[in-house]
């Protein structure tokens, strides 16, 4: 499936809102990650939304998981922060987004997805590494296989 990206770069004309968001990098017991694939823009990505007011980090990536792909996560180490800036046409503004990733570990089975994924894939970290769409996402998957003792190298 062809990626249909809707950010744009940042419009020095429009206002700017920053914005912190959390996500896990679930990994299972046989060292598999779970990606979850954009309906709108049909690329693969870790689950994470919005950290809210009062929500620490790591309650944010547990509830977010638990939204988007209905899992119930053990969150663990921290791993890796990112950070990047886009137009968002449809709300007007820039967004300049920090989102921190935690390791996160399943404590169930059952995926139910929102309905802005369609589709899972529990995956070896070097079959996310060449699935992730955003460079920065392959970094915080790299990472997250150093922490979880796993290897993210490309297969020749
Ligand atoms: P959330 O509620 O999780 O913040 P969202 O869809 O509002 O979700 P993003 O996931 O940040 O926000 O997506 C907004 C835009 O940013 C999309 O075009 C997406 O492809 C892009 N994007 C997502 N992750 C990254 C990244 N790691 N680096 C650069 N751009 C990204």
């Not at 996500?23 to 979850?36: A, C, P, Q, T």
């Not at 954009?38 to 939204?67: L, M, N, S, Y």
Request: include cysteine; proline fraction near 4%; aromatic fraction near 8%.
């Amino acid at each position: 499936m062809t990626a249909r990206i809707q950010s744009e770069s940042p419009r020095a004309d429009k206002e700017t809102r920053k914005v912190l968001s959390s996500g896990g990098v679930i990994v299972d017991e046989r060292g598999r990650v779970l990606l979850l694939r954009r309906a709108d823009e049909g690329i693969w990505c870790f689950p994470k939304g919005h950290v809210e007011p009062g929500e620490t980090p790591q309650a944010a990536a547990a509830r977010e998981i638990r939204e988007e792909c209905g899992l119930l996560c053990m969150i663990g180490r921290k791993v890796s922060e990112i950070r990047y800036a886009y137009y968002w046409r449809p709300d007007d503004v820039n967004y300049d987004k920090r989102v921190v990733y935690f390791l996160a570990r399943p404590e169930s089975s059952d995926i139910r997805l929102e309905d802005r994924f369609d589709a899972w894939r529990w995956v070896s970290p070097s079959r996310a590494l060449r699935m992730l769409f955003h460079r920065n996402d392959k970094d915080v998957l790299r990472k997250a296989a150093k922490a979880a003792g796993l290897t993210a190298t490309r297969k020749t």
